[in-house]
């Protein structure tokens, strides 16, 4: 099980009681994760090539990729190691937003994108976690509000107020932030998802625009939603 989400903790769970032996992997960059049910290793694999070894010394029969939509590489190289070793390989993949009356969404291909539509002046409500803030850091015309869970590699610059909090995020507490901080901008990846919406809710119910990047492109695969279909797939996938 490849994890590092609320769905892979939960598909741990259903997968060991249903009598599955899983051993989750995390990549190791949160400091306190939260608990798995079963057994867990941590960090990184070495790439796809020390994944196919891993697959082959544990004897893994089945690679369920259950991390965030926005964990490209690992998905890379997951379905890459699965094709090699000849093994399953089910991605758990949640639903993205989609917009809905009311919202004022902005599509970007990437962070690096997203930076690049905010207009000079803009008070950003910056929600992409730590490892892509470096254009919005770059950009001097631009300051607010940078939210995510471990402290970043980088330094924040003074007109940034950086928050460090775990989802979920309820809705009033959301708008609180906005209106604050004099939030222009919502800036969020297209995670899916019910402990991140927040944020879009209180955005539409304050007519803020949101810069939403879109999703990477992951290899194809099997997929399926939610946890007891995946769980259910899964048993399919594996039946002689
Ligand atoms: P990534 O860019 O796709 O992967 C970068 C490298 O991190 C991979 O090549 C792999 O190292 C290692 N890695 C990633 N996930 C791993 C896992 N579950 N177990 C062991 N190694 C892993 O991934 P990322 O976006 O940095 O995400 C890292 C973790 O944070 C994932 O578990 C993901 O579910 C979670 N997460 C990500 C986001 C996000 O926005 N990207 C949000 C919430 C949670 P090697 O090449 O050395 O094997």
């Not at 919502?186 to 927040?198: A, D, I, M, P």
Request: a positive charge; hydrophobic letters at 45%.
């Amino acid at each position: 099980m490849l994890g590092g989400t609320a769905e892979a903790r939960a598909l741990s769970a259903v997968l060991i009681k249903a009598g599955f032996s899983v051993v989750t992997s995390l990549a190791g960059v949160t400091q306190q994760p939260l608990p798995v049910t079963g057994e867990v290793r941590s960090g990184g694999f070495g790439g796809e090539h020390g994944l196919i070894a891993y697959v082959r010394r544990e004897r893994i029969a089945a690679i369920v990729d259950a991390t965030h939509p926005f964990a490209a590489v690992m998905a890379r190289h997951a379905a890459l190691a699965a094709e090699q070793t000849r093994i399953v390989y089910l991605r758990l993949e949640r639903p993205a937003w989609a917009a809905q009356s009311g919202d004022r969404w902005i599509d970007a291909g990437s962070a690096a994108a997203a930076a690049g539509l905010l207009p000079d002046g803009s008070r950003v409500f910056l929600t992409i976690g730590r490892k892509e803030i470096a254009p919005f850091m770059e950009r001097p015309g631009l300051s607010g509000m940078v939210r995510m869970i471990e402290p970043p590699s980088q330094s924040v610059p003074a007109q940034w107020r950086l928050l460090l909090a775990r989802p979920p995020f309820d809705l009033e507490t959301e708008k609180q932030s906005l209106r604050e901080c004099g939030i222009t901008h919502v800036v969020s990846k297209n995670s899916g998802g019910e402990s991140g919406k927040s944020k879009l809710v209180a955005a539409r119910e304050l007519n803020i625009p949101v810069v939403m990047i879109a999703r990477p492109v992951k290899p194809a695969a099997f997929t399926a939603w939610p946890v007891d279909a995946a769980a259910a797939t899964l048993a399919r996938l594996l039946s002689p």
